[in-house]
């Protein structure tokens, strides 16, 4: 609000990146941190960020997570610059996708001295941290949240200043070897790249994206008041922004009713009955193969901003996420060939994805107990923050017992940074928006 009067979204988050873009260029800072809600435009900034130092004659290198963000990154830098050259830093096996292939300015290699007339270079942090020689006098890290600081300190050498961008809601790092040796380190290295870095230099301008430019208006601040209670975030679009329609009627059962209300409100509770299950619940799998199926053969049409005459959900606009990799199996079985192009996968793969409908298998539904990795806030963020339009939960009844039966017994260590919200508040919520638009299933 300013003089009483709301600010446009757009301008509200164009005053944010103009203030990132001038920390940039001030060179007060050896870094500067961008927090960025789900959809709020990270690799848009990432982009500008790369555009503008390029442009100004100042090499840099990218940081990316994965091969799809490199290849992501590069499609999207490549259409905003086309005369940007732009180096790939890959392995040697690498195979350039249609998103790399299609752009002649960019140039793939595994060493990095072939890339040396790139003006900007993009490879993994896996990939940066084999590079023994050379400086450049900017990088941008994105998705620096989902980062070990570890990895963070192999890359450090390479650059002079850096641009941090990530989402701090979602997933942590995580590894496959214990790590309590280090808890309560400052330079544990299972923190991410950010924690570590600003406990070790708290004077680091900190800058928050305000506006999230996927999620709705349905859905903005149920996930902000969950998972970003502090900092929050609003909706690009308004309540009347947004609309989703069914072209065909349906047999009227469970799942007709619960994605109409998901239509209707942007949420959708799909509740079994309570029962304690394998983790692999066939039951659960099947309605949420069934309720993708049913918003595919309805013929669900989304009109939004970018489709104001409305754009057809086809089975690429849906997904199913799940929290284990053998829920995911499960769930793709049983859409067959009927549901060929629906994504289904688990959070950790469909982090910074976004589609139109989301159907949702919460990490708690049919447990006997509330473990660290199924509490985890982040992964929960994760799969109720990649829709435009509505998500359904698909859950057996008896989560919120199983979390008051089940308060966190983890031990309290010294010098932990405490995040939050923690699983426990966030599942809580969640759970009780989901309560009000809740339809029950067949026993």
């Not at 060939?337 to 959070?347: H, L, N, P, S």
Request: overall charge neutral.
């Amino acid at each position: 609000m300013v003089g009483g009067l709301a600010v446009p979204p757009a301008v509200e988050a164009e005053r944010v990146i103009t203030a990132v873009l001038a920390d940039l260029r001030s060179g007060t800072h050896r870094g500067v941190v961008v927090d960025s809600p789900p959809g709020a435009g990270k690799s848009t900034l990432v982009v500008r960020a790369a555009v503008e130092l390029a442009a100004a004659g100042e090499p840099l290198i990218i940081v990316a997570q994965t091969n799809e963000q490199v290849d992501d990154l590069i499609d999207r830098l490549a259409r905003k610059a086309p005369e940007l050259r732009i180096g790939r830093l890959s392995a040697a096996d690498y195979r350039p996708s249609q998103r790399v292939e299609g752009h002649e300015t960019v140039r793939v290699a595994a060493k990095v001295a072939d890339l040396a007339a790139s003006a900007v270079i993009i490879g993994t942090a896996a990939k940066w941290a084999t590079v023994a020689e050379g400086v450049w006098p900017w990088a941008i890290v994105d998705e620096a949240y989902q980062m070990r600081s570890d990895a963070l300190l192999r890359v450090a050498g390479r650059f002079e200043r850096a641009l941090f961008v990530g989402d701090p809601g979602q997933l942590d790092p995580f590894s496959t070897v214990e790590t309590a040796r280090w808890t309560g380190l400052s330079w544990d290295p299972m923190q991410s790249a950010v924690a570590t870095l600003l406990r070790h230099n708290p004077d680091l301008p900190v800058h928050r994206l305000p506006v999230s430019w996927r999620l709705p208006a349905s859905a903005a601040p149920v996930v902000a008041e969950a998972f970003y209670p502090f900092t929050g975030f609003r909706a690009g679009t308004g309540p009347t922004d947004r609309a989703l329609t069914f072209t065909e009627p349906g047999p009227g059962d469970a799942y007709d009713a619960t994605v109409d209300v998901a239509a209707a409100t942007g949420w959708g509770l799909y509740e079994l009955p309570a029962r304690h299950t394998l983790r692999t619940d066939g039951e659960a799998a099947a309605a949420c193969a069934a309720l993708a199926l049913r918003v595919l053969r309805r013929g669900a049409v989304a009109v939004s901003e970018q489709a104001p005459d409305g754009a057809p959900v086809t089975a690429d606009r849906i997904a199913v996420g799940a929290a284990h990799r053998d829920q995911a199996a499960a769930i793709r079985a049983r859409l067959g060939e009927a549901g060929a192009g629906i994504t289904v996968d688990t959070a950790n793969r469909l982090q910074g994805r976004e589609y139109d409908v989301t159907i949702v298998l919460h990490p708690l539904s049919g447990r006997r107990d509330a473990t660290a990795f199924h509490l985890e806030s982040g992964r929960l963020c994760v799969l109720a923050s990649r829709h435009r339009h509505a998500c359904v939960v698909v859950a057996r009844a008896g989560i919120a017992e199983l979390l008051d039966a089940h308060p966190s017994t983890e031990r309290v260590h010294l010098d932990l940074p405490v995040k939050f919200p923690d699983g426990w508040a966030a599942n809580q919520a969640m759970l009780t928006h989901l309560s009000r638009r809740s339809i029950g299933g067949a026993s």
